[in-house]
Nanobody, 127 residues
């Protein structure tokens, strides 16, 4: 069964850190770009970060301006997982975070182009 499962969300104070993980089962992440999206209450889903597939020519990473310098995306092919390290968290980072997979390259933060996606993990940044 093809599945993506997010974990690592929770409640954290402003300025704190969390590390989200996206684990794949039923397929290998090597051929897929992994995209993190988030959706805050009452807002549209937005793209946060993307890492190109290991099979692509560059394996590049991309970040939304709102998280650049604070979030880091990485992959562990041996564990078939992708992580999102989130530092210096702000209340406006509060959202449900989803990981999704698209073939090979980061084509832009278009949810409708994703091949697979998870159910999300909630992140709350509050004092």
């Amino acid at each position: 069964q093809v599945q993506l499962v997010e974990s690592g969300g929770g409640l954290v104070q402003p300025g704190g850190s969390l590390r989200l993980s996206c684990a794949a089962s039923g397929f290998t992440l090597d051929y897929y770009a992994i995209v993190w999206f988030r959706q805050a209450p009452g807002k549209e889903r937005e793209g946060v970060s993307c890492i190109a597939s290991s099979s692509s020519s560059d394996g590049s990473t991309h970040y939304a301006d709102s998280v650049k310098g604070r979030f880091t995306i990485s992959r562990d092919n041996a564990k078939n997982t992708v992580s999102l390290q989130m530092n210096s968290l702000k209340p406006e980072d509060t959202a449900v975070y989803y990981c999704a997979a698209e073939l090979y390259y980061c084509s832009g933060y278009n949810w409708n182009k994703m091949d697979y996606w998870g159910e999300g993990t909630p992140v709350t940044v509050s004092s």
